[in-house]
């Protein structure tokens, strides 16, 4: 939780809410006239579905070998802002759903601290399959899945990436150093000629193993707010 000095605390304190102003209909980016998104809505499920299947139909996988389910993305596949984690979970693995359980608190904690709820923006992991005994995925399976990880964002096609932890880290940028020498800088990407800022922090599970770094992530996002707010972003 963060505190009115702007830290995290350790124990479980009310988070009042900012005045946003939240809209049931998906937000039209491209202009001012609100047209076509049930158009773009059913184009991105059958694209998103497409993915799905290029992604079961990896063969000689360790990771889709001893998962139980292909972990894909959730929330509003027309939020401006695409959240991506390194992998998912037991509990992930199970209910195919991203950021269940403690993790899943500590992430809604966070964005509801910027004024952000987790069902108004997309999330997804650089890895759709369940490493075993959650290890850290090798350099090799990171390549592997930052394909089909970039087609994902092309779908979605958000303002703002946020990824957290190494594995999104180095999936998306190729960048493999430790992540406390790239958080809390805003990079951005190319894909498909098309520039998306993007901003890396620490996931969430690993602030739950390592709390003294969650005044980072609170740095972390305060910028992202502060580039919502810059990109006049109503979510």
């Known amino acids: 939780m963060i505190n009115q000095k702007g830290k995290f605390d350790d124990e479980l304190v009310n988070i009042i809410e900012p005045n946003f102003i ?36 990896i063969e000689n996988c360790n990771l889709k070998d001893n998962s139980q389910n292909l972990v894909l993305g959730d929330g509003n596949i027309n939020s401006p802002i695409m959240l991506i984690g390194e992998a998912p979970g ?19 904690k ?3 601290a910027i004024g952000v709820k987790k069902q108004n923006i997309y999330c997804s992991y650089a890895i759709n399959f369940r490493p075993p005994e959650d290890r850290k995925p ?35 940028t190729g960048i493999n150093t430790k992540i406390s020498l790239e958080r809390g800088k805003w990079k951005e990407i190319i894909l498909k000629n098309k520039t998306y800022p993007v901003m890396i922090s620490y996931n969430p599970s690993y602030l739950i193993r390592f709390p003294e ?4 992530s609170w740095e972390d996002l305060k910028k992202i707010k502060q580039k919502i707010n810059e990109m006049k972003i109503v979510i």
């Open 90 to 108: 037991i509990e992930e693995d199970k209910s195919s759903t991203t950021f269940k359980g403690e993790v899943g608190d500590l992430l809604n």
């Open 110 to 112: 966070m964005l509801l």
């Open 22 to 57: 939240f809209k049931d209909k998906p937000i039209n980016r491209f202009n001012t006239v609100e047209n076509s998104n049930d158009y773009d809505q059913a184009n991105k499920v059958e694209l998103l579905e497409e993915l799905k299947k290029q992604i079961n139909s």
């Open 213 to 216: 770094n969650k005044k980072y």
């Open 138 to 172: 090798t350099a090799q399976e990171i390549k592997r899945y930052s394909v089909f990880m970039k087609k994902h964002i092309s779908i979605i096609d958000p303002k703002i990436i946020i990824l957290m932890g190494s594995s999104a880290m180095e999936s998306l």
